[in-house]
């Protein structure tokens, strides 16, 4: 066979890997949107943004001004978008698998801590760029810090179980990263930069758990785990392995080639983490990870946002979500098929809760001492929870390409789009889809916003926006749908599927949200009886 630098040239020879040219190409391999614009009609109602009620194809925000709401902006997230970003942070070639790939010893860390590369690389040598990700003039990152060069090693291959089908990287550790005072917390790309040329990205999240922001948005790094194939197995799918998928999977380890290391963060979150940032919203953030060691600090805000694809969350995790839900924090669900399998987490020789746990039956052993934390679908016994108690709707079926269809064009949510009842908002639904239905254990009086036909694997059926006010006041929306966070891509970018009504409906969800219980202004008014399917 070779030694594994042999074996790894060998490979770089054989499978070139596309250059990646920016994330809007990315969100393309990811979601499969391939469209530039929505149709949408004109409307001489008044709100209507642009010419002819249509919406505006700026990149920039759908308003040309901030509304006085006291407490949803910050000075502070305004003046750091505000300094020159670059597009540098873009790689412009990921060589092949193993030509360098790292990852780090904790998914997120608040300024003063340290965090730990462990990089594997051919290259003599290699440096760690760190950019914060945000809006930057539309250019998406900003570089905050810069490594002198570090010795390259070629370090070895992954241990593996064979009783779970856990891959992990026993590396040795390569160059610390000092979280420095001032780094803002948000969502930052460590790009590894081999002397050689080949890059690859290893996300990293600065938090502050003393933050009292108006938002709280979550890296649903389960999710990227979840689908992580490195070393073999994901909890999908082993190849040249003895078992059909992972049982377990492990943070120890880089994140697979296919978004160039950043598991699903450039297809799935950028984007609406670059809105945010354009509007100056007074905002935090934090991981899946940190949402389940600390679920109670979510009470510390007015809104959680999850993003485009947010589906392995632990009990503890939903049920954090529910208790600040219930004191009237406004939950944000922008993705479909979130909330759907349920985790528990275990220690590596790593750390703390950095293996993810997911048999996906009753076959699990700890069934058998604590039947609750079983990893389950929620829906499924012995958990029982369906996710549609908590978001207003749950996942149906995959995968799917549609159009968003409107129904209910008066309601808040569509101000200043200018949009009409019936209209069509060319292929927002998809892959993935999620369905309001009455008896599916959820709140009946769910306010239904679009209402989109759709086929997935032979049946027709219906994906939902949807959104219901709890007794708190909380407010809780969901877009029902996968592709909702692609299209709020500056149109800009490479392939872009940037849609302006899109852009509209998500900074008037945001706004509305950071005002606090948002059912107080806007009390959901129940409209889903007599829809078609329903």
């Not at 749908?481 to 900074?507: A, D, G, H, M």
């Amino acid at each position: 066979m070779g030694s594994r630098l042999e074996r790894v040239q060998q490979r770089r020879r054989q499978r070139r890997r596309y250059t990646v040219l920016g994330f809007g190409l990315v969100v393309l391999v990811a979601v499969g949107a391939f469209v530039f614009a929505s149709r949408v009609a004109p409307n001489e109602s008044a709100g209507a943004v642009g010419t002819r009620g249509s919406v505006s194809t700026s990149s920039s925000t759908t308003t040309t001004t901030q509304p006085a709401v006291t407490g949803v902006y910050s000075r502070l997230v305004s003046e750091e978008n505000a300094r020159p970003g670059t597009a540098a942070w873009r790689l412009s070639d990921q060589g092949a698998p193993g030509d360098i790939e790292g990852f780090t010893d904790a998914t997120s860390a608040q300024p003063g801590e340290i965090v730990t590369l462990r990089v594997s690389t051919v290259a003599p040598s290699f440096t760690v760029e760190a950019y914060r990700m945000g809006w930057y003039q539309g250019l998406g990152g900003r570089l905050v810090w810069t490594s002198p060069a570090v010795p390259g090693q070629l370090q070895a291959g992954p241990t593996w179980s064979e009783e779970t089908g856990t891959a992990e990287a026993r590396w040795d550790p390569s160059v610390e990263v000092p979280i420095l005072d001032a780094w803002m917390p948000g969502s930052y790309l460590l790009k590894l930069v081999a002397s050689t040329g080949q890059q690859r990205w290893v996300p990293l999240t600065v938090r502050d758990d003393a933050s009292t922001a108006a938002y709280a948005v979550m890296n649903a790094v389960t999710t990227w785990q979840a689908y992580n194939r490195w070393g073999g197995c994901s909890l999908y799918h082993c190849s040249d392995r003895g078992a059909d998928r992972a049982t377990v999977v492990s943070f120890d380890r880089p994140y697979d080639a296919v978004a160039g290391g950043s598991g699903d963060f450039v297809g799935n979150e950028l984007p609406l983490i670059m809105r945010v940032e354009e509007l100056g919203l007074d905002v935090t953030y934090l991981t899946s990870v940190d949402l389940h060691q600390r679920p109670e600090l979510l009470a510390r805000h007015k809104g959680l946002v999850s993003l485009g694809h947010d589906e392995y969350w632990s009990k503890q995790m939903r049920d954090g979500a529910e208790q600040a839900r219930d004191a009237g924090v406004n939950l944000m669900f922008l993705g479909a098929n979130a909330v759907y399998r349920q985790i528990r987490f275990e220690p590596s020789p790593g750390g703390v809760d950095r293996r993810v746990v997911n048999y996906r039956s009753g076959a699990d052993p700890i069934r058998r001492v604590d039947p609750a934390q079983t990893t389950v679908s929620f829906r499924e016994s012995p958990v029982n929870r369906p996710e549609a108690t908590l978001i207003g709707q749950q996942y149906e079926c995959n995968p799917v390409r549609a159009d968003l269809v409107v129904t209910d064009p008066g309601a808040w949510v569509w101000a200043g789009t200018g949009v009409t009842a019936g209209q069509h908002l060319e292929i927002v639904v998809g892959s993935e889809y999620d369905r309001f239905r009455p008896g599916d254990g959820g709140p009946r009086n769910v306010q239904v916003f679009a209402h989109s036909p759709v086929r997935c694997r032979g049946k027709a059926s219906y994906a939902d926006v949807t959104y219901y006010t709890a007794p708190s006041g909380a407010g809780v929306f969901a877009t029902g749908t996968n592709y909702w966070v692609s299209k709020l891509n500056p149109p800009e970018f490479p392939e872009s599927p940037y849609n302006p009504v899109i852009v509209r409906v998500t900074q008037n969800v945001l706004l509305a949200f950071g005002e606090g219980p948002a059912g107080a202004a806007h009390p959901s008014v129940p409209n889903w009886e007599g829809l078609p399917g329903l």
